[in-house]
């Protein structure tokens, strides 16, 4: 059974037979083995044939992580319509500018969550493409409900189903996902079946899922690491699925324990939250076997605690993005705490990854340059805009990810920055990144976040925001006392603020804008 030969639809079709009994989705009162997402999948397809649905359309879905975010998935794609996910974090006019900027025929939302009201966002906003608005859950005027939605397809044939399943390829695109905006406005990324499927049949195999797993997603279905590395793997391996809409710690740590929760993915906040927490030691938490986990620095320490205090049995990190299907490079089971906390692994399989110079040529191990990645997890380019993704893919396939990288002799990958988050003192380059990794070893350190602020003299100097360990009397003048211990004097921060947390997107990265805003005194 080659993965890349299959689309998400025969992957679920595939699924029903071989894990027909088994739990596929539990959340709340909806319990689905994987023989009934398959019904639920086809009956979803019907609805949107009756909604006159064409193969290549865009259909957006701006809902939190419950069932029926994947049921709608799995059925648009079944009839050759792509998925655009869009973030919940969003307002109006950003969730307006994705569905403009896709096409999207359908929007699929929810009423009522979080006290937010998705529909009525999107009043004031200029949507010539979207036909209809469908309330996955809640209800709003400007929507129908799902369940109104879902019987205008009753009486489609199953065979019109099957016609159209049987036309989508490998190949065709099956999302697009509209990258953050960090610089300028969001793109949509291209990717198809056959790839993300294969990236995820080797990150599930290489992670170790299986059909005895359960997986709580907390990871938001709008992203590559909820949706791809979450349900779309867990449909791979035969996996229970458990959706989460809310991060919220006490809640985790009850559904681990009643849920017997064995799969926990997340970023580092997510369990350096779960360790702080008051009472940890009063929840059972013994299922607890596999964590992983992606970000620029993570302390060696976290590694230790989730393997001494969680019980994770096996603790893996990751590098990926939208770009790349949501995998680039993986440590490996058996890689040691060391290099688990501060590299993001090696290339996933048949993908080549190379660190390079702004000549393009590839530098030596041991030097920083920026990551290129080239393999069958590429991107097919970016919706509609074929200027960016000359920019982004060069002629010979390398797509550029605008990350500055250290490759060790073992092919490990040390992600020490964005390009665009680099700034320079006196001349000297300094990585944001690389300060936070220093800073994660001085005492009362919990998280920081280093950015560069201008300077008269410097042009830029360093500014670190610091969250201190519970019970610590760190402050300012410590932090910058150690610092000019411990390392250059280019890359000491010249101003230190200690805040109680920080502002966190909805995939749990640090929002360093936000930051940025604050000390030049916008916010």
């Known amino acids: 059974m080659h993965f890349s030969q299959l689309t998400i639809p025969q992957l679920v079709q595939q699924a029903a037979q071989q894990f027909a009994t088994r739990s596929a989705i539990e959340d709340g009162d909806i319990r689905l083995t994987y023989a009934q997402l398959d019904e639920q999948r086809v009956q979803a397809a019907k609805s949107f044939i009756a909604a006159g649905i064409q193969h290549g359309d865009r259909i957006a879905v701006w809902a939190p992580n419950i069932a029926e975010w994947i049921i709608a998935s799995i059925g648009l794609q079944s009839v050759g319509a792509i998925l655009v996910p869009i973030n919940t974090r969003m307002k109006g006019a950003e969730a307006g500018y994705v569905l403009r900027a896709s096409g999207a025929k359908l929007l699929l939302t929810v009423s009522g969550f979080l006290d937010l009201d998705y529909p009525a966002m999107l009043k004031n906003e200029s949507l010539p493409d979207?036909?209809?608005?469908?309330?996955?859950?809640?209800?709003?005027?400007?929507?129908?409900?799902?369940?109104?939605?879902?019987?205008?397809?009753?009486?489609?044939?199953?065979?019109?189903?099957?016609?159209?399943?049987?036309?989508?390829?490998?190949?065709?695109?099956?999302?697009?996902?509209?990258?953050?905006?960090t610089t300028g406005n969001p793109k949509g990324v291209k990717t198809g079946h056959g790839q993300n499927?294969?990236?995820?049949?080797?990150?599930?195999?290489l992670v170790g899922l299986t059909e005895n797993d359960r997986y709580l997603i907390?990871?938001?279905?709008?992203?590559?690491?909820?949706?791809?590395?979450?349900?779309?793997?867990?449909?791979?391996?035969g996996t229970a699925i458990l959706p989460m809409a809310v991060f919220d710690a006490a809640k985790i740590l009850e559904r681990i324990g009643t849920d017997k929760i064995s799969v926990l993915p997340g970023p580092p906040t997510l369990y350096q939250?779960?360790?702080?927490?008051?009472?940890?030691?009063?929840?059972?938490?013994?299922?607890l076997r596999l964590a992983v986990?992606?970000?620029?620095?993570?302390?060696?320490?976290?590694?230790?605690?989730?393997?001494?205090e969680m019980g994770f049995k096996t603790v893996l990190t990751a590098y990926g993005l939208t770009e790349s299907c949501g995998v680039v490079s993986m440590c490996r089971d058996g890689d040691?705490?060391?290099?688990?906390?501060?590299?993001?692994?090696?290339?996933?399989?048949?993908?080549?990854?190379?660190?390079i110079n702004e000549d393009g040529k590839e530098v030596a191990r041991g030097e920083p340059g920026e990551i290129v990645v080239r393999g069958y997890n590429v991107m097919q380019g970016y919706f509609n805009n074929d200027e960016e993704t000359a920019k982004a893919i060069d002629k010979d396939g390398w797509m550029h990810t605008g990350d500055i990288g250290v490759m060790d002799a073992?092919?490990?990958?040390?992600i020490t920055d964005r390009m665009k988050d680099m700034f320079i003192v006196g001349g000297f380059n300094c990585y944001p990144a690389e300060i936070e990794n220093m800073l994660s070893t001085c005492e009362g350190v919990a998280q920081s976040a280093v950015i560069g602020i201008p300077d008269e003299r410097m042009g830029e100097v360093a500014m670190a925001y610091i969250v201190a360990k519970a019970g610590s009397d760190l402050t300012a003048e410590k932090v910058v006392a150690w610092?000019?211990?411990?390392?250059?004097?280019?890359?000491v921060p010249r101003r230190v603020e200690i805040i109680d947390a920080f502002p966190l997107n909805a995939t749990g990265k640090v929002m360093k804008f936000v930051l940025r805003d604050r000390a030049l005194g916008k916010a």
């Not at 005027?141 to 009486?155: Q, R, V, Y």
Request: glycine content about 6%; overall charge positive.
């Open 130 to 181: 979207v036909q209809q608005m469908i309330c996955l859950r809640g209800q709003s005027d400007l929507c129908i409900s799902w369940s109104d939605f879902l019987a205008k397809g009753k009486n489609i044939p199953d065979a019109d189903v099957a016609v159209r399943t049987a036309q989508v390829k490998p190949a065709d695109v099956s999302d697009l996902i509209f990258t953050s905006g």
């Open 218 to 237: 907390v990871n938001p279905f709008f992203h590559s690491f909820g949706y791809k590395a979450g349900w779309l793997a867990c449909l791979i391996r």
């Open 293 to 308: 986990t992606g970000a620029a620095a993570i302390p060696v320490s976290l590694i230790h605690q989730m393997r001494n």
């Open 197 to 205: 499927i294969k990236v995820f049949a080797v990150w599930s195999e």
């Open 410 to 414: 073992n092919g490990y990958l040390k």
């Open 483 to 491: 610092c000019k211990q411990n390392m250059a004097n280019y890359k």
């Open 336 to 355: 040691d705490a060391e290099i688990i906390a501060t590299t993001s692994g090696r290339a996933i399989p048949d993908v080549e990854v190379r660190c």
């Open 273 to 287: 939250t779960i360790l702080a927490f008051p009472n940890l030691k009063d929840y059972d938490i013994s299922n």
